[in-house]
């Protein structure tokens, strides 16, 4: 069984910040790609960012989030983080982490594995 589990969301003021963090744990072989996504109500989830191991670490970033999120990992600690400045009330949302893994080195196909997410609320 994989796990992830996703800690760092609260209630922040906008111009805050706050770091996200994901730990994952279970039977994992490897990891290519680590991300975060985000959900609003009555919105679909987006990506925010994310980060593959393959090239050294290259990282991409949503739109609205970029300059103002930065993602990174630690591969031995099998975790992503991400950390999050200048919050704005629409940064409001349940945050996710994702990750593309393989289970066993015998195997030929990269999994996805999701959170169950944390609450992240920006507001005054």
């Known amino acids: 069984q994989v796990q992830l589990v996703e800690s760092g969301g609260g209630l922040v003021q906008p111009g805050g910040s706050l770091r996200l963090s994901c730990e994952v744990s279970g039977s994992i072989f490897s990891i290519d790609a680590m991300g975060w996504y985000r959900q609003a109500p009555w919105t679909p989830r987006e990506l925010v960012a994310a980060?593959?191991?393959?090239?050294?670490?290259?990282?991409l970033y949503g739109a609205s989030v970029k300059g103002r999120f930065t993602i990174s990992r630690d591969n031995a600690k099998n975790m992503t983080y991400l950390q999050m400045n200048s919050l704005k009330p629409e940064d409001t949302a349940v945050y996710y982490c994702?990750?593309?893994?393989?289970?066993?080195?015998?195997?030929?196909?990269?999994?996805?594995?999701w959170g169950q997410g944390t609450q992240v609320t920006v507001s005054s």
């Open positions: 980060i593959v191991s393959v090239g050294g670490n290259n990282s």
């Open positions: 994702r990750v593309s893994a393989k289970p066993t080195m015998y195997a030929t196909l990269e999994y996805d594995y």
